[in-house]
């Protein structure tokens, strides 16, 4: 998995990445969608060297340096991809970067509801559960608060930004052929993270809480790629 993952990742990227001179032009949007591709790409990187390399199961500090990894790079992920998601909301309500970011108030709502993942990620952090079993096995997680915390927000603010790509698609006035192409395929984009966010953290829920620290960081893995993917069609 995670090969493959570190392969898809590397072609997103070298799609990506824009040539010199393109540098100085490049947008906020496909900046979040680079940063997203990087971020993957390390958290996948590092998961397979902790899982592969050094093994979790070694000692406490490697098991507890798993869920750090899962946290830190998940949460990057999810906040870079939420950022692109209200770039796009925010050319689509304004008609395409009409009004400056700091005037437009459907901005600044998205960016308003977006801090409350500040909330979410210290809970995340302080709510982290990892320990050696007596058989070796390292087993890392998040406790119910933080678990059940991280649920309801991301489903809000998925279901937040998929309204508001929504809303443009269905009420009267005309929207140019580019915008609503925008609308649709961020749209699609926005519904795939949360269909498979949503199964990750059910999971975790479902299994208390706690996983092997591999099927953990495995799982997270799928989800960050499958999330990488949408944003870089």
Known sequence: MRRTGVSVLSFCLSRRVPRWRQWKHLTW??????LVL????????????????????????TCSLAIY???????????????FLSEKVYIVWTGGN?????????????????????????????GRDSAVRRDGVCVIGLKAY???SLIVYDMCLNIFLTAMFLWPLWISHPMS??????????????????????INIAILFLLG?????????????ADVTINSLALFW
Do not use: H
């Open 146 to 148: 933080a678990t059940i």
């Open 98 to 126: 009409q009004t400056s970011r700091l005037k437009a108030k459907v901005y600044l709502l998205c960016a308003f509801v977006l801090l409350g993942y500040v909330v979410v990620g210290i809970l995340t952090v302080v």
């Open 69 to 83: 990894t899962c946290i830190s790079f998940y949460a990057i992920s999810k906040i870079l991809i939420y950022a």
């Open 209 to 221: 809480g706690n996983e092997l620290g591999w099927i953990c960081l495995s799982s997270c893995v």
């Open 29 to 34: 949007g496909r900046t979040c969608v680079l």
């Open 177 to 198: 052929p580019r915008l609503r192409s925008i609308a649709k395929r961020t749209l699609y984009g926005a519904s795939t993270s949360l269909i498979t966010s949503m």
């Open 38 to 61: 990087l971020d993957s790409w390390l958290f996948v990187f590092f998961s397979g060297l902790l899982s592969s390399g050094i093994g979790f199961s070694t000692s406490y500090t």
